[in-house]
């Protein structure tokens, strides 16, 4: 069975740094990409950033980059999410997410996590920014 | 980064039929494929349509999706109560690039 096990969130203040884990079992995690989605509480989902197999492509949504840092060690089959600069808007529950490979590249760079869409997620973590 | 939109509510009383709309841009639905999710209050997002038609196995048929230019549609038919959740499509964006979701339907089984 697939699971995607979150930790690593609490309660932070602004301005401060937090790390999250995703520990996968279940599938070969060094054959997916894998994401980072958010959900700020009584809102939408926000995609926060993928990373390829071998961190060769990694991507972040603009609300995020340059203070996110995502990266994986497939050694340990984990996911990780740096976090720095904590803003009270990155309050949220973060969910992290298989990717499934879109099964052919169309074109452009085929190794880019646009290839890979969220398959299954896990149960989240949640990240509370406050003073 | 331009987010998809969807309508913020739908609703539908049992055995009916009801479409989710989603409408985009060139860079997002224009030119790559459309993703559904189904979001139970407490529960992890669910896959409920890839690749703008298709469906993962264990998805009943209830569940179908279209695509055409800039917009997508998922329709649920033979509504069921169990069908109360919220629903989001998603898209690769070639503008940001990166990933973008609409913002979400709240679907009400009456």
């Known amino acids: 069975e697939v699971q995607l096990v979150e930790s690593g969130g609490g309660l932070v203040h602004p301005g401060r740094s937090l790390r999250l884990s995703c520990a996968a079992s279940g599938f070969s995690f060094d054959d997916h990409a894998m994401h980072w989605v958010r959900q700020v509480p009584g809102k939408g989902l926000e995609w926060v950033s993928g990373?390829?197999?071998?961190?060769?492509?990694?991507a972040y949504a603009d609300s995020v980059k340059g203070r996110f840092t995502i990266s994986r060690d497939n050694a340990k089959n984990s996911l990780y999410l740096q976090m720095n600069s904590l803003r009270i808007a990155d309050t949220a529950l973060y969910y992290c997410?298989?990717?499934?490979?879109?099964?052919?590249?169309?074109?452009?760079?085929?190794?880019?996590?646009?290839?890979?869409?969220?398959?299954?997620w896990g149960r989240g973590a949640l990240v509370t920014v406050s003073a | 980064q331009s987010m998809p939109t969807q309508p913020p509510s739908a609703s539908g009383t049992p055995g009916q039929r009801v479409t989710i709309s989603c409408s985009g841009s060139t860079s997002n639905i224009g030119d790559n494929y459309v993703y559904w999710y189904q979001h139970l209050p407490g529960a992890a997002p669910k896959l409920l349509i890839y690749?703008?038609?298709q469906r993962p196995s264990g998805i009943p048929d209830r569940f179908s999706g279209s695509k055409s230019a800039t917009s997508a549609s998922l329709a649920i038919s033979g509504l069921r109560f169990e069908d109360e959740a919220d629903y989001y499509c998603a898209a690769w964006d070639d503008s940001v690039p990166g990933w973008v979701f609409g913002g979400g339907t709240k679907l009400t089984v009456l």
């Open positions: 997410v298989k990717g499934k490979y879109l099964g052919y590249c169309s074109g452009g760079d085929c190794h880019s996590v646009g290839y890979w869409y969220f398959d299954l």
């Open positions: 690749r703008n038609t």
């Open positions: 990373i390829n197999w071998n961190s060769g492509r990694i």
